[in-house]
């Protein structure tokens, strides 16, 4: 998950680097990146007083605050990542991240766990009308089925990237949420993830976990931590939230015939974020539409006639194109990438054969 300025889910960044680096890697950090331990301290009452605010119980924040340290790590990790544009518009060919997000690992890793969950994610996909190997290619895209959650403790990063202050609002907000969390009876030590924020199996934010978290086999609990049923519900709950469309495929692979007539297939709606996301998808048409013009199926089977779908050419004309269902904007919702969504819907194919 991408953290974005989102409407339902912040997904972050997964970058799993051990929060530990030593005394000196602390103190050139600290150097390069001009925060300090004491700066921290100093901004924390701030932020209880938020918390205060908010509703969490002063017993959490008793407990909490006390043990809250500064990672000079997430500050590092943070400004490391994009700020804005890019010297670059071109984009990157789809192939290479298909074969590290769709390989056999993740496809035969992810049809036993399809088949040890069979029933469960029967039940899941019936309950919250979502295809259910879309949520097993969702949870082995994000972590792997669970081998990389990240390490870093949660409420440390979160409270370090709102003393920062390069997205203060954000940061602030999901670390109350985390204490939100723990005033839900999560225990502290559960909450480790990546250092963006995001935890368990789906990688959610605290503020998700808060909205969409799920039990799904019914214990009583929404651990998305260790319980496989929980995570899966938590996350096609997530997805039902989204819009999902039931008994409707995400996309299917197509062929653009040579000579095709792209004029007049641009979008007419400027998406409300993610805009160079969604400006490279054409404007909306059946499926019947499309077949009429000569697209030719790469894939199973065509999505109903009647279905809308758009056309995206990931590598550009002349090779594998996809038609995509509303559906696909969906998984768009989880994470804003035409890759990531593209590399989960082939992985949930590829799952569920």
């Known amino acids: 998950m991408r953290i974005l300025v989102h409407s339902a889910i912040a997904a972050a ?62 500050i590092q990790l943070d400004q490391a990542q994009p700020g804005g544009t890019s010297g670059s518009t071109a984009t990157p060919p789809f192939a290479p991240y298909r074969e590290r997000h769709v390989n056999p690992t993740l496809i035969s890793g992810g049809a036993r766990r399809y088949q040890q969950n069979y029933s469960r994610l029967q039940d899941i996909g019936r309950r919250y009308g979502v295809t259910p190997s879309v949520l097993v290619a969702i949870w082995g895209h994000e972590t792997s089925y669970g081998a990389v959650t990240g390490n870093f403790d949660l409420l440390n990063s979160l409270a370090t990237l709102a003393y920062e202050g390069r997205r203060r609002e954000l940061f602030a907000s999901e670390f109350v949420a985390a204490l939100k969390m723990i005033d839900r009876g999560v225990s502290r030590s559960q909450l480790k993830g990546s250092w963006a924020g995001a935890t368990g199996y789906p990688q959610f934010l605290p503020s998700v976990y808060l909205r969409v978290a799920a039990d799904g086999d019914g214990d009583g609990r929404k ?74 199926l790469e894939g199973s089977r065509w999505p109903r006639d009647s279905e809308l779908a758009s056309l995206l050419e990931p590598d550009g004309p002349g090779q594998t194109a996809y038609l995509l269902t509303t559906n696909y904007r969906t998984i768009l919702d989880y994470n804003c990438s035409n890759f990531y969504a593209l590399s989960v819907g082939l992985l949930a194919d590829a799952v569920a054969r």
């Open 223 to 296: 651990d998305i931590w260790n319980n496989q049923a929980d995570a899966l519900a938590s996350i096609a709950n997530y997805l039902s939230n989204a819009g999902w469309k039931p008994n409707t495929p995400w996309g299917v692979a197509v062929r653009v015939p040579a000579g095709f007539d792209r004029s007049g297939l641009r979008a007419r709606v400027t998406a409300p974020r993610c805009q160079r996301v969604h400006e490279r998808h054409s404007r909306w048409l059946t499926v019947g539409e499309w077949r009429r013009m000569g697209l030719i």
């Open 13 to 74: 960044a997964l970058t799993f680097a051990l929060p530990g680096c030593g005394n000196a890697a602390t103190t050139v950090a600290t150097q390069e990146t001009g925060y300090t331990a004491s700066g921290f301290q100093a901004y924390l009452p701030e932020l209880r007083a938020l918390a205060l605010s908010q509703g969490v119980s002063r017993a959490t924040i008793d407990q909490v605050f006390p043990t809250l340290e500064f990672s000079a790590r997430t």
